[in-house]
């Protein structure tokens, strides 16, 4: 079973930049969008960013303006560059690709943590 494994997550100050990747471990065909989602401790699950086929990206208010997320549709990849880090940006990051049939497949996540 195709799997994705994110990197990139580790320790940041505020102010800085990190770049999210996430991979698939093998060939996926019908991918509709890929995308980011974030959760911090004691909230739920929240969407970050989204890049549909067509290349159409969509952001969280909070993160618009600082995060970019782009892709490598031959390799299907995408990234999270995350610029401007403040605290708040803390969680674990997920990415995920949308299926054609309705399904959805994600990663493991990749915990990032912004210190003031």
């Known amino acids: 079973q195709v799997q994705l494994v994110e990197s990139g997550g580790g320790l940041a100050q505020t102010g800085e930049s990190r770049r999210l990747s996430c991979a698939a471990s093998?060939?996926?065909?019908?991918?509709?969008?890929m995308g980011w989602y974030r959760q911090a401790p004691g909230k739920e699950r929240e969407l970050v960013a989204t890049?549909?086929?067509?290349?159409?990206?969509n952001y969280a208010e909070s993160v618009r303006g600082r995060f970019n997320i782009s892709r490598n549709k031959l390799m299907n990849q995408v990234f999270l560059q995350m610029n401007n880090l403040s605290p708040e940006d803390t969680a674990v990051y997920y990415c995920?690709?949308?299926?054609?049939?309705?399904?959805?497949?994600w990663g493991q996540g990749t915990q990032v943590t912004v210190s003031s």
């Open positions: 995920t690709f949308r299926l054609a049939g309705s399904r959805s497949i």
């Open positions: 093998g060939r996926i065909s019908g991918i509709l969008a």
């Open positions: 890049i549909a086929g067509g290349g159409t990206t």
